[in-house]
């Protein structure tokens, strides 16, 4: 079995399971936010349930719309402010204390090692950085799992990742994924597991794990999945009290297919325009590409080493006047850390804005709207036509380094052109 | 069940930024979403909607992100079946389990043109392209989902299961 399969059999108390098969699985933890739950809470009580599965495993998370951008957002968060307040839901995370789901609940301990975990919002398939089974669902499985603490899942296939090598200074996690699924395609994973491995592994900080799990639905896979080593052991233990357990691939496992990425021959890879799978590297990208705008944050890319890599290239310089550079921390506790370690100030004395977390732009909801014909390199994980305003607007998804440096040139920049 | 209606007919990667741009989900009303369905790919699919119609597209139709949103925009705009080469499974778990019917079936998607009247009948497995005189067959839903599905949705389904 893979690790993905493992932990599935252990959740359906199944001693073996194989791809294709239909499962029910008891969940460890059950996510929405501001924008999914509302929906989920509405069904639920179409069911007329008596309450909920387990208050503890469930986390409703307001990020994407708020601070309220308008009426209507309000009254959602409202809803499901009052829904968790009946059920006396204890990871409740609104103003304040929120973040962006996928960076707050890791980094609040309620992901970990082994588990199975669903959330209604496609990337939650980020805690597989952590070695847990996590995937995007919709509202309605979101309402049937807070009822039942179970979902149905159909046991996915894998394609192996053999990671070899090292990545060289200004490559990260994001120019491996965006490598992967230029290599794979934006189905090339459909309803399948990434399971990632090799002794590169080793050489990827924990962000750079979370940003390559978090895009792994972006090659249309159903979770994508990291073995436990030490720095993941490090991790949970400083931010959970949660026992994990940890999984490995039989050396039987049967995969799909296999792919082998030299982390070392990696550069710093930018998807243009309009699907993450269309990817060049900074070498191939010919002519000038003018930006308006640059956002370092998301789910994705707005944890403390995308921040403390952005201030590196940002300190001492100025965004190009011209160009709007946003950074949005993804969770408080990362923004006290920025503001700590002085990265605000960077930011702040180069020309850009800092914000509470939010989701705000990735999905073109509020902070950082594009109007018709601008560009806007991104740290964030979609570039679909309109997905960060006006339909005739482009969003280019790149690494925090690149993304800063672009803001400095006002085009699509290496942090290598910018020197010492 | 059988649905008849003509068809709509888009490319590969239909994300469900297109099917319901972000900027509308602070409601998650099914008319106020339907009312802006598809707009950023097609401005005229919601006034030519009808009640029954199909909408059939190419590879992995719904990638992108979770949001229900997407097929109960699609639903209530009047369509009455997707039709796909294949689908991003998010949206497919989506479909089924608000109760909007949907076919993977590569031979029929790729044949379908726009305005071509459409018939996909369930209980007999076949699509039926009544414009271009071509069938089908269509692989059977497994018994599990079977049960959702004549259930109309999830929600039903653990209802009458309690």
Known sequence: MTMTQKILAAHAG????????????????????????PVAIHEMEKMKAEGVFHKDKIALVM????????????????????????????????????????????????????????????????????????????STDMAAAM??????????????????????????????????????????????????????????????????????????????IFPVDEKTEKYMKEHSKRPYKCYEPDEDAVYDEEYTIDLGKLRPT?????????????????????????????????????????????????????????????????????LEEGLLKIFIEAGAVVSTPTCGPCLGGYMGILAEGERCISTTNR????????????????????????AITGKISSPEELGE | MKVKGNAFKYGDNVDTDVIIPARYLNSSKAEELAAHCMEDIDKNFVNEVKKGDILAANKNFGCGSSREHAPMAIKAAGISCVIAETFARIFYRNAINIG????????????????????????????????????????????????????????NYIIKNK
């Open chain 1, 270 to 338: 930018v998807a243009f325009p309009h699907l993450p799978s269309n990817t060049k590297t900074i070498d191939e990208i010919q002519d000038d590409v003018i930006i308006e705008q640059a956002v370092i944050g998301s789910c994705t890319n707005g944890r403390i080493d995308d921040l403390r890599c952005a201030a590196q290239i940002l300190k001492n310089r100025k965004v190009k006047k011209g160009v709007r550079c946003i950074i949005i921390p993804a969770t408080q506790k990362i923004y006290l850390q920025a």
């Open chain 1, 383 to 406: 570039n679909f036509v309109g997905r960060m305003g006006h339909v005739k607007s482009e969003v280019y998804l790149a690494s925090p380094a690149v993304a800063a440096a672009s």
């Open chain 2, 100 to 155: 909007l019917p949907i076919v993977e079936c590569p031979e029929a998607a790729k044949d379908i043109e726009k305005g071509d009247e459409v018939e996909v009948d369930f209980d007999n497995g076949i699509i039926r392209n009544l414009s271009k005189e071509k069938e089908y067959p269509i692989q059977p839903f497994p018994e599990f989902m079977q049960r959702i599905i004549e259930a109309e949705g999830l929600v």
């Open chain 1, 14 to 37: 199944l001693e073996k399971v194989e791809a294709g098969q239909l499962i029910e699985a008891e969940l460890d933890l059950v996510l929405g936010n501001d924008i999914t739950s």
């Open chain 1, 63 to 138: 990020d994407h719309f708020i601070p309220n951008k308008d009426i209507k957002s309000a009254e959602n968060c409202k809803c499901v402010r009052e829904f968790a307040a009946r059920h006396e839901i204890t990871n409740y995370f609104d103003v304040g204390e929120m973040g962006i789901e996928h960076a707050l609940l890791p980094e609040s301990g309620l992901t970990v090692a082994g588990d199975a975990i669903i959330g209604a919002d496609s990337h939650t398939c980020t805690y597989g950085a952590l070695g847990a089974f996590s995937t995007g669902v919709g």
């Open chain 1, 147 to 224: 009822v039942t603490g179970k979902a149905w899942f159909k046991v996915p296939s894998a394609i192996r990742i053999n990671l070899i090598g090292k990545p060289s200074k200004w490559v990260s996690g994001k120019d491996v994924i965006l490598h992967l699924i230029g290599k794979i395609g934006v189905d090339g994973a459909l309803y399948k597991s990434l399971e990632f491995t090799g002794e590169g592994v080793k050489n990827l900080s924990m962000d750079d794990r979370f940003t390559i799990a978090n895009m792994a639905i972006e090659a249309g896979a159903k979770n994508g």
